[in-house]
């Protein structure tokens, strides 16, 4: 296991040096933990100083020891942070050659995290590291990295699917009318740890927190939150406006169960819709017209397709359904997207939306997630994860399709 994550950083420090010299970055400080474990395999508290052309170091504040069992690059202390400007300088005279002028430090390009670097920690960083430094926002770069998985990130986000599979057979056994929102999601989620889920699903997005996952049924499936996707859930508080309630479950209702699972930091996303006899006649036909949007979308994913196309597809299908006011959330509350990225963090690139002028490449792995909102009465669809092949696509998501049809117990 460390060998080949000390293999996986090895290329991605690779990929990403050799950007850095097409764009004339001299050094890139990545400061994020997901960014931080994505090229050394540690999670500790520091910063990652990757030059253009030397061996990076991980500069850690805690744990150093565990950064030493763990990292697949070189590791030091931080030690004191005002003189972390010497430190860089000393270790890395290739980025901060002394001057002819008598000593003083040439400029260097440094590119970042903009996107989730906080302002007053960037502050700090600008006042400490050497004179002359051009900062530069890196999060492009890095995100864009980031899309195209490895084969050994696949095979995780692909062992997280299989627990989601399972998962979701534990919850279509278990559900019953009378029974809260809160009882079937803390059922799913027990299935979920016992199969090594961390816990915690990672997103980017700033203030966006997401729960295990959603089982959300009826009007409180439909209930409008913050929460940048299609479906949000009413939550147990105004402290967290999301997921799961202690609504009662209902007959004849849709029932959203929107899962994600983390297993070895990455991730696998999922949705199925389910109902305890049977759903209004207008409410199925959405249903169907989500599948048959996924069928459409599928036919298109391989390399080259430029991802906003996809979603304008998506539009158009939904609109000749009669269910535009509806799509991917309903009035002022949809969300202006069909899919997204996925790998340790759950919104990753690219996003199947207007603007996203990226063409598709193998190796991405994507989430489709065709859903109708209702309000007053709940939401329907489903979601898939896929990867990109070469010459198309494969399932991820393993879990069977379909409307899940309970019968009414007797």
Known sequence: ????????????????????????????????????????????????????????????????????????????????????????????????????????????????????????????????????????????????????????????IMTAARAAHHAMEQAAAYVRPGMMELELIAHIEYAFRMQGHIGMIRMRGYNQELVTGMVASGEAGAEPTYFDGPAGG????????????????????????????????YVIDQTRTVVIGQLDHDLQQAYEASEAILRATEERLKPGVVCESLYADALEMAKNYGLSDHFMGFGADQVRFLGHGIGMEIDEWPVLARGFKHPLQAGMVIAIEPKFTFPGRGVVGIENTYLITETGYERLTTAPEGLISIPVPQ
């Open 234 to 265: 009413r939550g147990l508080t105004p402290a967290s406006p999301q997921g799961s309630s202690r609504k009662v479950i209902a007959v004849n209702e849709p029932i959203l169960v929107d899962i994600g699972c983390c297993i070895d930091g």
């Open 1 to 156: 296991m460390i060998s080949m994550m000390k293999q996986e950083c090895e290329s991605r420090i690779s990929r990403l040096q050799s950007i850095m010299k097409e764009q004339s970055i001299d050094a890139y400080l990545v400061t994020q933990n997901i960014d931080i474990y994505y090229f050394t395999g540690s999670m500790q508290t520091g910063y990652l100083f990757i030059p253009q052309s030397e061996e990076p170091v991980f500069f850690v504040k805690r744990s150093v020891a565990r950064a030493i069992e763990e990292a697949s690059v070189p590791v030091q202390p931080l030690g004191s942070f005002r003189q972390f400007a010497e430190t860089l300088a000393a270790q890395f005279p290739a980025v901060w050659p002394p001057s002819s002028a008598g000593g003083s430090v040439a400029p260097a390009v440094v590119a970042t995290e903009y996107d989730v670097l906080p302002v007053q920690q960037y502050e700090r960083l600008r006042a400490v590291l050497p004179a002359n430094v051009t900062w530069t926002d890196g999060s492009v770069l890095l995100r864009e990295l980031r899309m195209v998985k490895s084969p050994w990130e696949v095979e995780r």
